[in-house]
């Protein structure tokens, strides 16, 4: 494909959603593979059309995993274009798949910097926030290409350790869950350091899943 008309598909994008049962991931990702095959040979320029347009329809998540999937684009993403697609951010399953797909990867391959995270974190926007601690899920993750990074992991969780707002407190305790497997050392370190300032619900589930590789192990019958 040279040439991508993005309006167009992307109101057929939102035709097809709204003509299922219902827009439950397992009922629309298959429509986003099929586009996402359609669209392999476009230019990234065109694919961000096409994801902007997706985002106006209220299809964000799925704009995210376009971008993602299409790896040349993903390839291209700097902070700019990040922070441009991320405009508008309201809802945590949003930012997860946002973080996750587009600012972890750019991350773990060096396309935005320390700094631009760290800015995110400093943001009075709570999804911004949420969305510095996801991406660092990235950086341990290895389907995401990470690898096990605990000094930008906990540079960032020590940035966000006194928030308490609830969206913040979930994905921190994530960011930690997620690289423990990692280093354990390092985030047993943490906790015990920042015990002080840390939310208790952060501090369970990462204990817990240093003890018992689950945030939330079953009681036993008896």
Known sequence: METLDAESLARE???RVDALPSPKVPLVRPIRREFSKMIS???????????ERLIDLDLRIWAYEVVHYHRPTLRTLDAATIESLGQGLADWASVDVFGGYLAGPAWVNR???DHDVHRWAGSPDRWWRRTALVATVGLNVKARGGYGDAPRTLAVCDFLADDRDDMVVKALSWALRTLAPH??????????TNHHRLAARVIRETRNKLTTGTKNPRKKPG
Request: aromatic share 8%; proline share 11%; no cysteine.
């Open 13 to 15: 994008f939102r035709a």
């Open 41 to 51: 040979s476009a230019q990234p320029e065109h694919v961000l059309e096409l994801a």
């Open 111 to 113: 396309q935005i910097g």
């Open 183 to 192: 280093d354990p050392p390092a985030v047993q370190h943490f906790l015990t």
